[in-house]
Antibody, heavy 122, light 106 residues
Framework: QVQLQESGPGLVKPSQTLSLTCTVS??????????WSWIRQPAGKGPEWIGR???????TYNPSLKSRVTMSVDTSRNQFSLNLTSVTAADTAVYYC??????????????WGQGTMVTVSS | EIVMTQSPATLSVSPGERATLSCRAS??????LAWYQQKPGQPPRLLIY???TRATGIPARFSGSGSGTEFTLTISSLQSEDFALYYC????????FGQGTKVAIK
């Protein structure tokens, strides 16, 4: 079965760039039936969608984060990545990668990684 | 942005009883509504999509209803493994989640 695993630094300094990678196993990221998303969840709060990428490299970002977010995909490694620039303490959260169904009527996140805690602190 | 409001924040229920969770959207999302379950230290797990369709492997005691701006998740007979956080999420216009309802043991 498809599994996702996040990786990257757990501590980032303010004003620097947060960089995370999600590795997809048990299935191909080239599957046109899915998008690949990043979602974050601050402690004690609901999740917040950050953005998504298609295997072609096409991206869609949350308007509230768009100026700071870049996503990329590496189909040869079955990975996709997130860069979030100019981070502040407000960006401290558990970051999840997730598979999103590319269907208008079922546009939901059906498989999630375990999540990685990222703290922004000097 | 569509704001999702869940109530109550905490629901205390005895095992075997019925739990009813509510979710309200700030504007119509039709039936583009999903429910997720989250346990401590775990990612959210998809339960329901299309407001009422159970995801693969989800027990029949979970049911969803509603359309437009008002939605309900019902757990017909609470099992020990059902005590968790539950989030609603709309996917009609971008993707936004509610703040969650905690189902706690009474």
């Amino acid at each position: 079965q498809v599994q996702l695993q996040e990786s990257g630094p757990g501590l980032v300094k303010p004003s620097q760039t947060l960089s995370l990678t999600c590795t997809v196993s048990g299935g191909s990221i080239n599957n046109g039936n899915y998008y690949w998303s990043w979602i974050r969840q601050p402690a004690g709060k609901g999740p917040e969608w950050i953005g998504r990428i298609y295997y072609t490299g096409s991206t869609t970002y949350n308007p509230s984060l768009k100026s700071r977010v870049t996503m990329s995909v590496d189909t040869s490694r079955n990975q996709f990545s997130l860069n979030l620039t100019s981070v502040t303490a407000a960006d401290t959260a558990v970051y999840y990668c997730a598979r999103e169904r590319a269907s208008r009527s079922e546009d939901v996140f059906d498989i999630w990684g375990q999540g990685t805690m990222v703290t922004v602190s000097s | 942005e569509i704001v999702m409001t869940q109530s109550p924040a905490t629901l205390s229920v005895s095992p075997g009883e019925r739990a009813t969770l509510s979710c309200r959207a700030s504007q119509s999302v039709f039936t583009n509504l999903a429910w997720y379950q989250q346990k401590p230290g775990q990612p959210p797990r998809l339960l329901i999509y299309g407001a009422s369709t159970r995801a693969t492997g989800i027990p029949a005691r979970f049911s969803g209803s509603g359309s437009g701006t008002e939605f309900t998740l019902t757990i017909s007979s609470l099992q020990s493994e059902d005590f968790a956080l539950y989030y609603c999420q709309q996917y009609n216009s971008w993707w936004t989640f509610g703040q969650g309802t905690k189902v706690a043991i009474k």
